[in-house]
């Protein structure tokens, strides 16, 4: 079994679907590491705001079938194939991590380099896998948000009502 870590956002009817990811993924994956909710500002372009958290998961897929899985509940969730990065979207599912593959093919990119570059991904992920170590700089999960400059940092814990029975 391989553990990852998937990242979730949503800012288009985020109280829908989020709830429904879960239950997608847990369907798939089993038993899932929910990280406290972030609502974070959109980076990039003017929106609603985001809910963002991490979920960590075991599976014995191979990593691109994870990655099917992932842009299967995404469209399941009205995303669109030809959304752009920087967007609102009903729902964002990133495998960030997959073990300590290192993959750079096209779209899948592991380690994604958004763990290192946006709070609304390393935070999460910080606070529910603190000791994992990144598979390239080696550091903790921990260590990088502690680096991590926080000056303009633009998110907060929240709690939603359906994170209240997570």
Same mark, same amino acid.
């Given at each position: ?6 990242s ?11 709830? *429904?990811?879960?239950? *997608? ?9 929910i ?10 372009f ?20 994870? *990655? ?10 009205? +995303? ?8 609102? +979207? ?16 096209? +779209? ?48 907060? +814990?929240?709690?939603?009502?359906? *994170?209240?029975?997570?």
């Amino acid at each position: 079994m391989t553990k990852g870590y998937i990242s979730i956002g949503s800012n288009i009817d985020k109280d829908v679907h989020i709830p *429904a990811s879960l239950i *997608a993924l847990e369907r798939i994956f089993g038993k899932l590491i929910i990280s406290d909710v972030y609502e974070s500002e959109p980076v990039g372009f003017a929106g609603d705001a985001f809910y963002n958290l991490v979920v960590g998961f075991e599976s014995d897929l191979e990593v691109k079938d994870v *990655a099917r899985q992932l842009r299967q509940i995404e469209l399941d969730n009205g +995303r669109t194939r030809d959304s752009q990065k920087f967007s609102s +979207r009903t729902l964002d599912l990133d495998l960030i991590l997959y073990g300590d593959l290192i993959i750079n093919d096209g +779209r899948l990119q592991i380690p994604r380099d958004e763990i290192e570059h946006y709070a609304f991904v390393l935070e999460p992920l910080a606070a529910c896998a603190p000791d994992l170590k990144h598979p390239v700089s080696h550091l903790s999960y921990a260590e990088l948000w502690k680096k991590f400059d926080k000056t303009d940092l633009k998110q907060k +814990r929240t709690t939603p009502t359906w *994170a209240l029975t997570k």
